[in-house]
């Protein structure tokens, strides 16, 4: 699934071999994320800036609330059978949510920006949790 950019990005590829845009500040945790052998779908280092911006197809009605609700989050969207394991990753990080994404068979996961970098530390420092 290909949506327009908003983030300084790098273009990565994945463990199936397709070339895709991570926002710079994910690049991380989606990096990690793929060795423990998860499969993503999307990532954003700040929900309410890509909403602002209107890559995330957010409804023109539902903008502003929705920017409001995401600002200042990051998000990762993984296969819905893996959230729980990933889910252990985030057992003390304030304010994580978890909720169905648009996509069947997959949830969103999201947390404040500012714990990227724990995340990305805790999930590096993990053995395969998921295959």
Request: charged share 20%.
């Amino acid at each position: 699934m290909s949506v327009p950019q908003h983030h300084p990005s790098q273009l990565l590829t994945t463990p199936d071999g397709e070339r895709v845009e991570i926002d710079d500040l994910m690049v991380p945790v989606v990096t990690e994320l793929w060795r423990l052998g998860f499969e993503t779908l999307l990532s954003c280092q700040d929900g309410g800036e890509a909403t602002l911006a209107g890559t995330t197809g957010a409804e023109p009605d539902q903008v502003q609330r929705l920017a409001r609700l995401n600002a200042g989050r990051a998000w990762i969207t993984v296969r819905a059978d893996a959230a729980p394991a990933l889910l252990t990753a985030f057992n003390d990080i304030d304010s994580v949510r978890s909720t169905p994404a648009r996509a069947n068979g997959w949830t969103s996961i999201s947390w404040p920006t500012s714990a990227i970098d724990q995340l990305a530390e805790r999930l590096a420092a993990l053995p395969c949790l998921h295959t």
